[in-house]
């Protein structure tokens, strides 16, 4: 759904004088997330907004080289106070890369509820909750990175994309279309990357702070991924597991398994793998699923594990043991995958 010419008027004039401004990422940010909330920070600031960016909890190392993030305002931990305080006072608040509040987690979902002021939704994910005023969603897109430029496009501010802001555009773009080569890539990516790189990224640098920058218990743990993965010839599956023994061996922290689910599509012949971790804190496993070609992750995952996400790409969480939690994906693609 996007916006009519009318919204578009309403949020234009809404933003053309100064006000209090907080843009939200889902939790657990990827460079999507982080990406589109950072690079409209970037872009609202220069419209005098009072402006914030609130990921519901910790960022990952890997993304912390971002221009903007030492701005940021994250709601768990010690400046929750602060953080509630902001979300009561702000006038707009973007909602980026989720549609749907339980996104954010229990605590920030229980406080967005009951404010009452103006929700902006820009995101490409299924079924849209109806919470926001001015609501731009479409599973069309590749990524929220290339709607953001798409609505800033529309609403006439491309010459307020920064080179800081084009950085943090071109990063979603680049991770959540695995690279340009997931389905979602058009001739209009390509576009709009070539004018972010026109507006000064550094193309090179963005994939060396993205890729080229692992530590040596990342790669590690990697390994043990790649070890750890078992292949399913008869359904054409892969998949792949870490236990919570394994990311305590090899020191894990938040963002060190982005990107292993994709390693399972590498095999010749597979074309749909899972990702499975075992996150004993929460007491649950957490799974990302990736497939190549027609079968529809997002449809397996809403059926069978709580999640959802886009056809080729999408998570969910079991709240079995690692074990059982494996021994039924598997009893599932028996009938999914005859």
């Known amino acids: 759904m996007n ?6 008027a309403e949020l234009k004039a809404l933003l053309s004088s100064p006000k209090k401004v907080t843009i939200i990422p889902h939790r657990n940010v990827d460079g999507d997330a982080m990406g589109s909330t950072l ?3 970037h872009i609202l600031k220069q419209l005098n907004h009072d402006c914030v960016v609130m990921p519901p909890n910790e960022i990952p190392e890997y993304l912390k080289w971002l221009p903007g993030t030492e701005t940021t305002l994250v709601y768990e931990g010690e400046k929750v106070g602060e953080a509630i305080k902001r979300l009561r ?7 980026l890369d989720f549609n749907a509040f339980h996104r954010t987690g229990e605590q920030m979902e229980s406080i967005l509820k009951t404010l009452d002021t103006r929700f902006v939704m820009v995101d490409h994910h299924e079924k849209p909750d109806n919470y926001a005023q001015f609501t731009f969603s479409s599973t069309e897109y590749g990524s929220t990175c ?5 609505l800033v496009s529309q609403l006439g501010y491309t010459d307020l ?3 800081e802001a084009a950085t943090c555009i071109y990063t979603g773009i680049a991770t959540d279309s695995g690279g340009f080569r997931f389905p979602r890539t ?4 390509h576009r709009i990357v070539a004018d972010l790189i026109d507006k000064g990224v550094d193309n ?3 994939y060396i702070n993205l890729y080229d920058n692992s530590n040596y218990n990342r790669l590690q743990l990697l390994g043990r991924a790649l070890q750890n993965m078992r292949i399913l010839p008869e359904y054409k599956t892969s998949y792949i597991t870490l236990s919570q023994d394994d990311l305590d061996e090899f020191h894990y922290e938040k963002g060190d398994t982005e990107g292993i689910v994709n390693y399972g599509l590498t095999v010749k012949d597979i074309d749909f793998t ?3 971790t075992e996150i004993k804190d929460e007491n649950i496993i957490k799974i990302s699923f990736r497939s190549q070609g027609s079968f529809d992750v997002n449809q397996f995952a809403r059926n069978y594990f709580n999640g959802g996400g886009h056809v080729n790409a999408a998570g969910g969480k079991s709240f079995d043991s690692l074990e059982v939690t494996i021994n039924k994906f598997i009893a599932i693609l028996a009938t999914e995958k005859k």
């Open 3 to 8: 916006l009519s010419e009318q919204q578009l």
């Open 146 to 150: 290339q709607m953001i430029y798409d």
């Open 204 to 206: 090179t640098q963005v």
């Open 274 to 276: 899972a990702f499975f």
């Open 161 to 163: 994309i920064s080179k």
């Open 39 to 41: 690079g409209l920070y």
């Open 89 to 95: 006072q702000s006038e707009l608040i973007f909602t």
């Open 186 to 189: 058009t001739g209009n990516t």
